[in-house]
């Protein structure tokens, strides 16, 4: 039965993507139906696809666990109480995340500020919310790295 769906849902959107053009205006109500088909499958989709596996971690977010694409070795989010984290192996932590929390914390967020603080008395709203916006940039990124560290400081 599911698999008679499914190939009727084939079926229904390759004719829908055949018809249509691209510059097409649509009903909303029938792009709200599209989008949700489109999002429930796809939810389904990586649900039944998919096997946790060990040894995956969101570090720096105590307790999430991950999982891997077979296909591709990407990692795919996963869902924790309700909240979407992506979870990755702990080369890829050491390698490459933690490298770029840092540079948003000890560059990119004072460079906003530094921005910030060229813009004119005439900006003194805006400028003072950029100003917040990349410290709290800066703050938020370093404290997500030291959780990290402290994690990654227990091993894979």
């Known amino acids: 039965m599911v698999k008679q769906q499914l190939a009727r849902m084939v079926m229904d959107a390759t004719a829908l993507h055949q018809t249509l053009g691209d510059d097409d205006l649509l009903p909303a109500w029938t792009l709200l139906k599209i989008n949700t088909a489109e999002d429930r499958l796809h939810m ?3 649900y039944l696809r998919y096997k946790a596996r060990p040894g995956l971690k969101a570090y720096g977010y105590p307790g999430v666990t991950g999982q891997v694409l077979p296909d591709t070795g990407a990692v795919n989010k996963t869902v924790i109480a309700g909240k979407p984290y992506l979870c990755v192996s702990y080369e890829t932590e050491q390698k490459t995340v933690q490298p770029l929390r840092l540079a948003a914390g000890l560059v990119a967020g004072p460079l906003v500020v530094y921005a910030a603080s060229k813009l004119g008395p005439e900006h003194g709203g805006l400028r003072a919310a950029t100003q917040i916006a990349g410290a709290a940039v800066s703050v938020w990124s370093l404290w997500v790295w030291n959780k990290a560290n402290t ?6």
Do not use: K
């Open 151 to 156: 994690t990654m400081t227990e091993g894979p």
């Open 44 to 46: 389904a989709s990586d």
